[in-house]
């Protein structure tokens, strides 16, 4: 049987401005969600998820990332991603968590964009409307604060009690205007101040 989604859901903002300063190019965020009935609700306690992963989790993903990368013009384009989930009220936390945190959903994205970076998420249960973060980072290295970015939209019919909401997130750039530096360059002066206190 066939995962049940009531509809696909993407959202797109573009960034021009940010601070009053003009950006030195646009920066694109897209999200795409699959509204999609949780397969376990309305049933007693399941022990095992892996049957339901097995048979639903790998094609969630592909659909996803076809749209995704079709919506921001390419996969070649993504510099930060990241994924969400959120369960409707009559699911458990585990079920939002069941369908992103496996190799079955997550390798489509990561093949697609030739990542080394894990994706970065949030999981979490709440009902219509409820707002939904996805937070990002740079595909290909984690280190790189300018590209911590968190997208956030919500759905106004979504989730119903009985289903998930499921989220890709990518943006073709950082930050807008990032200025804080990154992880290396803090390693880097607090050696710096050891060396100098010791000698």
């Not at 989604?5 to 965020?29: C, H, M, N, Q, W």
């Not at 097995?54 to 921001?72: F, H, N, P, Q």
């Not at 384009?77 to 959120?86: C, D, L």
């Not at 979504?158 to 205007?177: C, F, K, M, T």
Request: proline share 3%; charged share 25%; aromatic share 6%.
């Amino acid at each position: 049987m066939a995962l049940k989604i009531r509809k696909l859901v993407s959202y797109v903002e573009e960034v021009r401005i940010e601070g009053g300063k003009d950006a030195e190019r646009p920066v694109t965020t897209v999200l795409v969600a699959a509204v999609v009935k949780n397969p376990w609700a309305g049933r007693d306690f399941v022990e095992d998820l892996q049957p339901e992963i097995r048979a639903y989790a790998s094609d969630l993903g592909a659909l996803i990332v076809e749209k995704l990368t079709t919506t921001i013009g390419g996969a070649d384009k993504i510099e930060a991603y990241g994924k969400a989930a959120v369960v409707g009220g009559a699911g458990e936390i585990e079920h939002a968590s069941a369908m992103i945190h496996t190799l079955r959903f997550g390798n489509h994205f990561r093949e697609a964009v030739n990542a080394k970076s894990y994706l970065s998420f949030t999981n979490k249960r709440g009902g219509q409307n409820t707002s939904i973060q996805v937070p990002m980072m740079h595909k290909d290295d984690e280190g790189q604060r300018s590209h911590y970015i968190t997208a956030e939209f919500a759905i106004s019919d979504a989730p119903l009690d009985d289903e998930i909401v499921i989220v890709l997130g990518a943006a073709d750039g950082g930050r807008v205007h990032p200025r804080i530096g990154n992880r290396y360059l803090d390693l880097e002066a607090i050696a710096a101040e050891k060396a100098a206190q010791q000698g």
